[in-house]
């Protein structure tokens, strides 16, 4: 059985990262506005908030192209605040941000927030580490057991998961692969595109769909559907893609209500067929087949 598995958010949990990551923009706000800091902490979360009522315009945006949705994944949600206030958004305090920020030297909001971003991570790692999920390593030692084939396929550098994986003492070969820079954020063009809970999913997505081609996996699993679990579910559909693979979330705390819902429709139909709270549940999905 041949596993093909996202890296970031499933074999890592960002849940901390991302709400240090949006504690530490609301302090900075705070400071910078001179605003006090549950006013900054309250109105960024009305900000967000009016970001996830419009899913079709909040998310992670490379190329123009709208790749993931902005509750798919926490880290994402800086950057959406930042831009509901560059398109002018008006929820309570939205101009007191922009003119803040202009005056503090800022030619937008998305620029202001790009800033703060990268230092703010790589606090929260230098603080907390970086680490594979606790398990990790009985998992994969499992797995190899049980002769299952785990191909890891990762927006992230090679060089990353490789170091992150030898850190949990977890070495690459005798059935582990790790493929990086996939580029399945990647658009290519703004057709094909599949709806899915009225959500419009880009699924031109050449460098992620030769990947999935080549692999011809047996499981995907990811946590951010549209990303990682839609071009897999489209070539199920068209038959590049094993009728019986199984397309896995790992579902967080976060999680969007309507990724996960996803279960209850057709096979057909759907982008998710289960979801499982943890990476270690691979196991019990390798022996039920
Ligand atoms: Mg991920």
Redesign the pocket.
């Known amino acids: 059985m041949k596993i093909l598995s ?5 074999w890592t949990d ?1 849940g901390g990262e991302a709400r240090f990551i949006n504690e530490s923009f609301v302090l900075e706000v705070s400071r910078d506005l001179g605003l006090p800091v549950e006013v900054a902490r309250s109105e960024f979360e009305g900000f967000l908030r009016a970001a996830h009522d419009e899913p079709d315009r909040h998310g992670w945006w490379p190329r123009g192209f709208l790749t993931a949705f902005v509750d798919e ?1 926490e880290l994402l949600a800086t950057g959406a605040v930042c831009r509901y206030l560059d398109d002018g958004g008006d929820a309570r305090g939205a101009g007191r941000w922009r003119d803040g920020i202009q005056r503090a030297g800022h030619g937008s909001a998305h620029e202001y927030g790009s800033e703060k971003f990268g230092p703010a991570m790589r606090t929260y790692l230098q603080d907390h580490g970086h680490g594979l999920v606790e398990g990790s390593l009985g998992l994969c030692q499992r797995l190899r057991g049980a002769g299952a084939e785990l191909v890891i396929v ?2 992230s550098p090679t060089s990353k998961l490789r170091k992150l994986f030898n850190d949990a003492g977890i070495e690459e070969g005798d059935g582990l692969r790790l493929v990086g820079d996939a580029r399945k954020w990647w658009i290519e063009n703004d057709e094909p595109c599949a709806e899915f809970a009225s959500r419009r999913v880009h699924l031109d997505r050449p460098y992620y769909r030769e990947i999935l081609a080549r692999e011809q996996p047996d499981l995907v699993i ?3 559907a549209s ?2 679990l839609a071009m897999p579910a489209a070539m199920r559909k068209e038959g590049a893609l094993d009728p019986t693979m199984q397309l896995v979330l790992r579902q967080g705390p976060s999680s969007a209500a309507w990724a996960v819902g996803q279960t209850s429709l057709d096979r057909a139909e759907r982008l998710v067929d289960r979801c499982v709270s943890s990476v270690l549940e691979l196991e019990g999905l390798v022996e039920n087949r």
């Open positions: 996202d890296f970031d958010g499933v960002q994944d990762s927006n990811g946590d951010v990303l990682d």
